[in-house]
């Protein structure tokens, strides 16, 4: 059973940079092929996904927000990141990290295990 936790300033600043970090309990980055994701919800609007890290290191992002994410991890401490640049007000949204095995269901935002999701708002 993998459990997600997500940790991060709930307020940022327009054209700042918004940095999540999720908490991996039960799960293992480098020995089970899990893909670990970033999806995202504005108000009102559906689950976007935003980009993804897999078992090996290596990274996807989506093309709509390739140039302004970045997603690492720290296999020392259970954790991967989000960074997001140059944050609008369209960037308001709650913020979820989530895993699956698939690919697939990673990229379609129907991965089977997920945070409890962080509202994250921008703002001055």
């Known amino acids: 059973q993998v459990q997600l936790q997500e940790s991060g300033p709930g307020l940022v600043k327009p054209s700042q940079t918004l940095s999540l970090t999720c908490t991996v309990v039960?799960?293992?980055?480098?020995?089970?092929?899990?893909?670990w994701t970033w999806i995202r919800q504005p108000p009102g609007k559906g689950l976007e996904w935003m980009g993804l890290?897999?078992?090996?290191?290596?990274?996807a992002y989506s093309p709509s927000l390739k140039s302004r994410t970045s997603i690492s991890r720290d296999t020392s401490k259970g954790q991967f990141s989000l960074q997001l640049t140059s944050v609008t007000p369209e960037d308001t949204a709650v913020y979820y990290c989530?895993?699956?095995?698939?690919?697939?269901?990673?990229?379609?935002?129907?991965?089977?295990?997920w945070g409890q999701g962080t509202q994250v708002t921008v703002s001055s």
């Open positions: 039960g799960g293992s980055f480098t020995t089970v092929s899990y893909a």
């Open positions: 989530a895993a699956d095995r698939s690919i697939t269901a990673v990229r379609t935002t129907t991965p089977r295990y």
């Open positions: 890290i897999g078992y090996d290191g290596s990274t």
